[in-house]
């Protein structure tokens, strides 16, 4: 089956990262993407282009990039790049993350068996050294439950997601929620019938370390929170009483002290 990989970079990522995610999707995969999708969202580092020059030098036609003149943000870059995927389903992979080597082919062989519109996967979390984990996102398996889980949670990781691109298209593609971009695509694809599976081991090592406390944390973080579930609500995705524990629970949350999370989030992992 031929797929896209699709991603999007940003100034702010190392090179080493994407070298890697890169190496991930390409060198260690068993099952290599017909076409990697690279948006260059606004102006890169000067080590960023010539690593993707290196990149585009090995992989040829099958390494494609798209250059934004000025950030755009994730949701927009996404969108954009998903316009010039040429096959219907796309897995989506970000720079700094790492796909394990049978990903792509454990993800396909659930298209081939199941009518299935998005297949994601558990996704284990480092820190540093890709080879000790920290932990583990689970989610449940099967559609109902996912559904069932999305009223309080994200219920796909977004890093191993693989999907298809007309059904994506169909809710509108990825649209402003700033910090929620995914789960709001997600929760509009549920509505419109979608069939969701996730697949019951990790596919992806992200990395998860401090600085993702920093950007989930204070007051910023809380406003766009409630923004997005104010917006569930308004699509009847969840009911007043759902919203008003989600609020009282998740935006509490924002202002613990980073020590404090961070357990939250461990035991939330494991």
């Known amino acids: 089956m031929n797929f896209s990989v699709l991603m999007s970079i940003y100034h702010k990522e190392k090179v080493d990262y994407f070298n890697r995610a890169m190496q991930s999707i390409w060198s260690d995969q068993r099952v290599k993407p017909t076409e990697i999708i690279l948006v260059q969202d606004g102006r890169l580092t000067d080590e960023l282009y010539v690593s993707i020059k290196q990149w585009r030098n090995q992989l040829g036609t099958t390494f494609q990039t798209i250059a934004l003149k000025d950030n755009v943000g994730l949701g927009d870059a996404l969108n954009i790049g998903l316009e010039s995927c040429t096959n219907e389903l796309v897995a989506r992979m970000d720079t700094d993350d790492i796909s394990l080597p049978d990903r792509f082919e454990k993800q ?32 449940p398996e099967f559609n109902a439950e996912i559904f069932h889980f999305s009223k309080k949670r994200n219920p796909i990781n977004h890093p191993a997601v693989m999907f298809k691109k007309t059904v994506v ?59 997005f579930q104010r917006e569930l609500l308004r699509l009847d995705f969840i009911n007043i009483f759902e919203f008003i524990i989600n609020i009282i629970i998740r935006l509490t949350i924002r202002f613990f002290p980073k020590k404090i999370v961070k357990k939250i989030y461990k035991i939330l992992r494991n």
């Open 108 to 139: 396909l062989a659930v298209f081939c068996k199941s009518d299935i519109d998005i297949c994601s996967s558990w996704i284990s979390e480092f820190d540093i050294n890709e080879k000790d984990i920290l932990s583990y996102r689970k989610l």
């Open 169 to 227: 298209k169909n809710v509108g593609g990825y649209k402003k929620m700033m910090g929620f971009e995914d789960y709001y695509l997600w929760a509009r694809m549920l509505l419109n019938g979608a069939n969701f599976y996730n697949i019951q081991e990790p596919l992806v090592n992200m990395r998860a370390g401090y600085g993702q406390l920093q950007r989930r944390s204070g007051a910023k973080y809380a406003v766009n929170e409630f923004k």
